[in-house]
């Protein structure tokens, strides 16, 4: 996959993998394995972060511009909501989606 901002632009064919391309997508998988090891979560976007629930959402650590970006194209999205993070969590955009870092203990 090409990503832009979070969004898929396009496809690429293994086949067709620049030495670039490949490159980039190995760096991807190892920041995620990394992150992963470190106790962190990879959601897959949309989606949004918040400390609250969907009903009271206090802190919105991810995704805000999701439900703005809705509104302004009109076109829906399946949004995914991660609640309830605790205070301190950090909530970091990667490709295709956001890396869920909890507070430790």
């Known amino acids: 996959m090409r990503w832009q901002k979070g ?11 620049t030495p ?3 490159a980039e997508a190995e760096a991807n998988a ?12 990879f959601v897959a976007d949309p ?9 009271d959402p206090g802190s919105i650590l991810y995704g805000e511009d999701h439900p703005h970006r809705v509104l ?5 999205e ?3 909501a991660i609640e309830h ?4 969590t950090r909530c970091v955009p990667t490709v295709g989606g956001v890396l ?5 203990s």
Request: proline letters at 8%; glycine letters at 16%.
């Open 20 to 22: 670039f391309d490949a």
């Open 47 to 55: 989606v949004i972060c918040m400390t609250g629930t969907m009903t």
């Open 7 to 17: 969004r898929p632009t396009g496809v690429i064919c293994p086949g067709c993998q």
């Open 85 to 88: 993070l605790p205070l301190g």
């Open 100 to 104: 869920i870092h909890p507070t430790r």
């Open 72 to 76: 302004r194209t009109g076109q829906a």
């Open 78 to 80: 399946n949004l995914g």
């Open 30 to 41: 190892a920041e995620l394995r990394v992150a992963a090891e470190a106790g962190g979560q």
